[in-house]
T-cell receptor, first 112, second 118 residues
Framework: QQQVKQSPQSLIVQKGGIPIINCAYE??????FPWYQQFPGKGPALLIA?????SEKKEGRFTISFNKSAKQFSLHIMDSQPGDSATYFC???????????FGTGTRLKVLA | GAVVSQHPSWVICKSGTSVKIECRSL??????MFWYRQFPKQSLMLMAT?????????EQGVEKDKFLINHASLTLSTLTVTSAHPEDSSFYIC??????????????FGPGTRLTVL
């Protein structure tokens, strides 16, 4: 019940394409869902996050779609660029514990 | 703002020695810090949660006597890998939670420390 399932494991898109990464969870107590971007040999960096009272959030080229009833959320990257090539992790947490449960990660490659 | 640093960024040591990794929050007070371990092409695995001034809480399967965590101040936590062995070689990442409550649930991650045990 504590797992966050992330798919796909890897993704290749052309420059300008819109990669979509999906995550699903079981624990309805989760109330904060961040997405992180990680480059090789670096720590994760927060991209965007959402709470379950909102169905969509946009920040620049990054959009989170949240479906509370389906217990799913996804990351969309608009107008993807080669510089977006990285590993993306979704996560979920519950207020009070503040412990993140991470998805398994998606390796994205954007072709020039 | 919300910068977390780690030192060293990489370390190579001989089997049997101990290694200390520092994690600092540079511009905020971190009431809670987290230590993660990441193997190549895998996700982050939470090792332990530490609150300033109290003992760390370790995740199941993590040896507390091998991975000593100290959170002595609101800006510094240390992870000591004792009697390191080659299987301890990994990428260790810390994160910190802003105790002011302004950053809702957000964890700020350090750049990571690459440990190689020969």
């Amino acid at each position: 019940q504590q797992q966050v399932k992330q798919s796909p494991q890897s993704l290749i898109v052309q420059k300008g394409g819109i990669p979509i990464i999906n995550c699903a969870y079981e624990n309805t107590a989760f109330d904060y869902f961040p997405w992180y971007q990680q480059f090789p040999g670096k720590g994760p960096a927060l991209l965007i996050a959402i709470r379950p009272d909102v169905s969509e959030k946009k920040e620049g080229r990054f959009t989170i779609s949240f479906n509370k009833s389906a217990k799913q959320f996804s990351l969309h990257i608009m107008d993807s660029q080669p510089g977006d090539s990285a590993t993306y992790f979704c996560a979920a947490t519950t207020s009070g514990t503040y412990k993140y449960i991470f998805g398994t990660g998606t390796r994205l490659k954007v072709l020039a | 703002g919300a910068v977390v640093s780690q030192h060293p960024s990489w370390v190579i040591c001989k089997s049997g020695t101990s290694v200390k990794i520092e994690c600092r929050s540079l511009d905020f007070q971190a009431t809670t810090m987290f230590w993660y371990r990441q193997f190549p092409k895998q996700s982050l695995m939470l090792m332990a949660t530490s609150n300033e001034g109290s003992k760390a809480t370790y995740e199941q399967g993590v040896e507390k006597d091998k991975f000593l965590i100290n959170h002595a101040s609101l800006t510094l936590s240390t992870l000591t890998v004792t009697s390191a062995h080659p299987e301890d070689s990994s990428f260790y990442i810390c994160s910190a939670r802003d105790g002011s409550g302004l950053a809702y649930n957000e964890q700020f991650f350090g750049p990571g420390t690459r440990l190689t045990v020969l």
